[in-house]
Nanobody, 127 residues
């Protein structure tokens, strides 16, 4: 299994942009479907975006569709979340997640399906 580390959280004004990165250690990154989730205190961790092994398929929560973009670079063991037009409601701790799969087409939106999680990075969007 890989280990994950998120990079790039911080404070941004509403309407601004932020890019999150997730570095995966290990030699099997290219067999893992990847996802981004977020969580605010007192609420369940929610799905944000997912990407298949070959990056050919992506999926997004309705709340972030057309504003966020997930991408990955298998050569560098990285997955990214580009966040544009940020809203105050996007404030949360963002987590990167990985799940080893047996098809390069698979992408996963269910939190419980992911086996590996990063420690999270805080994103604060001010009004």
């Amino acid at each position: 299994q890989v280990q994950l580390q998120e990079i790039g959280g911080g404070l941004v004004q509403a309407g601004g942009s932020l890019k999150l990165s997730c570095l995966a250690s290990g030699h099997t990154f290219s067999t893992h479907a990847m996802g981004w989730f977020r969580q605010i205190p007192g609420k369940e961790r929610e799905f944000v975006a997912a990407i298949s092994v070959n990056a050919g398929t992506t999926d997004y929560a309705d709340s972030v569709k057309d504003r966020f973009t997930i991408s990955r670079d298998n050569a560098w063991n990285m997955v990214y979340l580009h966040m544009n037009s940020l809203k105050v409601d996007d404030t949360a701790v963002y987590y990167c997640a990985a799940k080893e799969v047996n098809s390069y087409l698979y992408y996963i939106t269910f939190r419980s399906s992911y086996a590996v999680w990063g420690q999270g990075t805080q994103v604060n969007v001010s009004s």
